[in-house]
């Protein structure tokens, strides 16, 4: 093992990775395991708020929403 491995990047990728594959936050949280799906969303759902604002602004952009100002 690498000296900078720590088994909590591992687990905080594959909850990240988790999320990402739209696994049901209800299973990732019970599987990290976290007290309550709340807390897995609040620490590790930005990245998943992020492409869904990026999503949103593609998808507008596409049909011309942005025209509309």
């Not at 594959?21 to 949280?29: C, D, G, I, T």
């Not at 998943?48 to 596409?62: C, D, F, H, N």
């Amino acid at each position: 093992m690498p000296d900078l491995f720590r088994i909590h990047d591992w687990r905080a990728s594959k909850i990240n990775n988790d999320l990402e594959a739209k696994e049901s936050p209800a299973e990732v949280s019970a599987n990290a395991p976290h007290h309550s799906v709340g807390y897995t969303m609040d620490r590790y759902g930005r990245r998943r708020k992020e492409g869904v604002v990026k999503l949103a602004a593609s998808s507008a952009s596409r049909i011309r929403l942005s025209d509309l100002n």
